[in-house]
């Protein structure tokens, strides 16, 4: 039980076009969601927080208009790169967390590595 | 600030020996602190994890041990094997209550471990 799945697995797309990642919750409602990114040899750093049916909540410093985030049920969160450049590169992770007091453990995706030619 | 500090960023050791590595959280009301192994390319795992309302755990060689007053927690792997050879990351929870709350996980910078045959 317990299972991510992110989609696509990998996407190389032009500067200046946007690209769209989905990650589901397969076998649970997950009230909240997470994403992140990973630079090569660096560590997550979470860009926001996602909870089904509100807006997102950005970490200081991920632009909002450029990342646009949203839940729109308990098993699905999309995250799009809005005007996409070079420096977006990266490998972007999402999580999802079970709903519930004891529900600390957050269920990671398989990631989607970005490459903005 | 919510900052998670990881030590050290790398660490060799020969197989069979053990491996310790140390992290730190700046918020006192953190209450859950999760370790995860990352293999190039790949998901986070988890591999072990606490709350504050315990100070050790235990899964086979992997053992967890937190210092709530110091804010301070440890992954200790006994028995080295080749195939512990990966990036492993400490989090800590930040949290807070009420209307705009939040629970979220936030990394520490990773450890590259290697386990020499």
């Known amino acids: 039980g317990a299972v991510v799945s992110q989609h696509p697995s990998w996407v190389i797309c032009k500067s200046g076009t946007s690209v769209k990642i989905e990650c589901r919750s397969l076998?649970?409602?997950?009230?909240?969601m997470f994403w992140y990114r990973q630079f090569p040899k660096q560590s997550l750093m979470l860009m926001a927080t996602?909870?089904?049916?509100?807006?997102?909540?950005?970490e200081q410093g991920v632009e909002k208009d450029k990342f646009l985030i949203n839940h729109a049920s308990l098993t699905l969160s999309t995250l799009t790169v809005t005007s996409a450049h070079p420096e977006d590169s990266s490998f972007y992770i999402c999580?999802?967390?079970?709903?519930?007091?004891?529900?600390?453990?957050?269920?990671f995706g398989p990631g989607t590595r970005l490459t903005v030619t | 600030g919510e900052n998670v500090e990881q030590h050290p960023s790398t660490l060799s050791v020969q197989e069979g020996d053990s491996a310790v590595i140390k992290c730190t959280y700046s918020?006192?009301?953190?209450?859950?602190f999760p370790w995860y192994k990352q293999e190039l390319g790949k998901r986070p795992q988890l591999i072990i994890d606490?709350?504050?309302?315990?100070g050790e755990k235990k899964d086979q060689r992997i053992a967890v041990t937190l210092n709530k007053t110091a804010k301070h927690f440890s992954l200790h792997i006994t028995e080295t094997q080749p195939e512990d050879s990966a990036v492993y990351f400490c989090?800590?929870?930040?949290?807070?209550?009420?209307?705009?709350?939040?629970?979220?996980?936030?990394f520490g910078a990773g450890t590259r471990l290697a386990v020499h045959p």
């Open positions: 996602s909870n089904e049916g509100s807006k997102a909540t950005y």
């Open positions: 989090a800590a929870n930040f949290r807070r209550l009420g209307t705009g709350g939040y629970n979220k996980l936030i």
């Open positions: 606490i709350r504050s309302n315990v």
């Open positions: 999580s999802a967390r079970a709903p519930g007091l004891a529900a600390y453990e957050q269920y």
């Open positions: 918020d006192s009301a953190s209450n859950y």
């Open positions: 076998d649970f409602q997950a009230t909240t």
